[in-house]
């Protein structure tokens, strides 16, 4: 728990949260297919009913954050999309269905709440939440960032981490950064990195050079497996947790050409 205003909820490998505001809660992403039992488990560990949820806000419609939306919103939950998020509701659909993922129930149209980026403060007022929805595209062109005015809080999903910025310039990354970094964010919440406390330029510098570290992390890996090193040696020579090992070495032998990026992005999207 972070505060009275936000709750994260730990049941899957996506990060969920819980925004409470002086007339109801929003939730902010969900889980892959199949976690809806721990969903509620974690409610129930939190004090919370799960009718007492309005709104389901999506960051974006890949299949690790909206995964369990329609199990959620057959209980009174709204789920609401922003006007840009549109044409991509059923992005992921076919994924579990390729997978032939029985928990899935894709997301029944006629129940959507479609909100404009533009009347989102509107919106969000009915919550009694002081914040706007911003269009932030870069991982995906639907992505979506919610902030929070009071708290200073940003809601990014899976929106680059700020640590990397200096590897997307001059691209949709660095726009999307630019255009939150410039409401002065004090919290920055991720879909799947570690929530970043920001404190002025020392902090984002601290963050671009822990990104320098993680990338280079895994293209020390790739060098390794390319030598034959096993898990065991590879650990011993990069200090690395042996499932991010394994999840690298996974990707990379199964993916011809693939980059660090595209590694980390596949890591990613299957919520490891």
Known sequence: MFSKTMIELKYSNTNTYLIRGRKGLLLFDTGWAGTFAQFCRMLGENKIKLQDIGFLMISHFHPDHMGIAQEIA????????????AGFI?????????????AFIPIDDSSVRMVTISESRSFLGELGISGEIIHTPGH??????????????????????????????????????????????????????????????????????????TYSLV???????????????????????????RDVARMY????????????????????
């Open 74 to 85: 057959n209980n009174g939950v709204t789920v609401v999309a922003a006007d840009v998020q």
């Open 90 to 102: 059923h992005s992921s659909d076919h994924i579990f269905a390729k997978e032939n993922n029985s």
């Open 219 to 245: 293209k020390k890996i790739m060098k390794l497996i390319d030598k034959g090193c096993d898990d065991v040696t590879i650990q011993q020579k990069t200090g690395a947790d042996k499932t991010f090992i």
């Open 253 to 272: 032998l199964t993916h011809q050409n693939v980059s660090v990026q595209g590694i980390l992005d596949r890591i990613e999207i299957k919520g490891k």
């Open 140 to 213: 995906s062109d639907d992505s979506i960032s919610l902030w929070l005015d009071r708290e200073r809080a940003l809601f990014v999903g899976d929106l680059n981490p700020l640590y990397e910025l200096e590897m997307h310039k001059g691209t949709q990354i660095e726009e999307s950064w630019n255009r939150l970094l410039a409401l002065d964010p004090k919290t920055v919440y991720y879909g799947h990195a570690k929530t970043a406390e920001l404190s002025g330029k020392a902090a984002r510098a601290k963050q671009v050079s822990e990104n320098t570290d």
